[in-house]
């Protein structure tokens, strides 16, 4: 039997002669807005052609082989297209893909979930194929409006992420501007748990895991006495509790 010259089997390796998926990178991005957990949503354009017109959506965008050496790379482009901050958070969520998820053809997304600190929420812009842009507010395991494609289950799955790793990790102080109090801390962690924690628990796991450090000299004043300000010790990455949280008082989540 013939063997294939080297030549006829690369070339067959790199034929291409069949139809591909469309690549997308979508951003679930979280923020705290007036003591409430917001993720920033996209309103599609009412164009004709483009599906799901006028209907809200994770910001996002086909991969740019040109600008985007990786995954990462597209999220990160995105989210600075949107907010024009770089988050100190990013992670990747998963992959999501199917023929019947965009009516298109066959499309698939890898998601990723960021972090925005209080002092870098700006007022989005719209762009694209995005007529409006907005930060709405977390209800439950999402949002109250319909999303477009398969967009409200990615959503689901980011908050259940972040609500399952503020358990043991120290994700909620990515949410926070450079400077905060213990008070403000605790808040953000409550604002992503949707329920209360114990003051003086919290504040000894805080001090156990060497989190924060005190900045000297430096307070904030309020209606009782001055609060100690401090900054993170490392904003490299999230630090690991020991052990998790745990239940406290019981708060429903807004």
Same mark, same amino acid.
């Given at each position: ?43 599609? #354009? ?206 429903? #989540?807004?």
């Amino acid at each position: 039997m013939p063997t294939p010259s080297s030549s006829s089997t690369k070339n067959s390796c790199n034929s291409l002669d069949f139809e591909r998926p469309s690549t997308t990178v979508d951003v679930v991005m979280f923020a705290v807005r007036d003591g409430r957990l917001h993720v920033l949503l996209v309103k599609r #354009a009412d164009t004709p052609g483009e599906p799901f017109p006028g209907q809200w959506a994770l910001p996002g965008g086909y991969i740019d082989v040109l600008k985007d050496e990786d995954l990462e790379a597209c999220a990160l482009r995105k989210l600075k297209e949107k907010t024009g901050v770089v988050s100190p958070y990013l992670e990747q969520l998963g992959s999501w893909g199917s023929k019947t998820r965009d009516p298109r053809g066959w499309h698939s997304t890898h998601a990723y979930f960021a972090l925005l600190p209080t002092a870098s929420v700006i007022t989005p812009v719209s762009g694209a194929n995005a007529s409006e842009a907005d930060w709405i507010p977390i209800v439950g395991k999402g949002v109250s409006h319909k999303l477009a494609f398969d967009h409200q289950t990615i959503l689901e799955a980011a908050v259940a992420r972040l609500r399952n790793k503020v358990e043991y990790t120290s994700l909620p102080a990515f949410l926070l501007p450079e400077t905060f109090t213990l008070s403000e801390l605790q808040t953000a962690f409550e604002t992503v748990l949707g329920r209360e924690l114990d003051k003086s628990s919290f504040r000894k796991r805080v001090e156990d895991a060497e989190l924060v450090v005190a900045l000297k000299n430096k307070f904030r004043e309020g209606s009782n006495r001055p609060a100690q300000i401090y900054k993170l010790r490392s904003k490299t990455a999230p630090v690991f509790f020991p052990r998790a949280i745990g239940d406290s008082k019981s708060r429903a #989540a807004k």
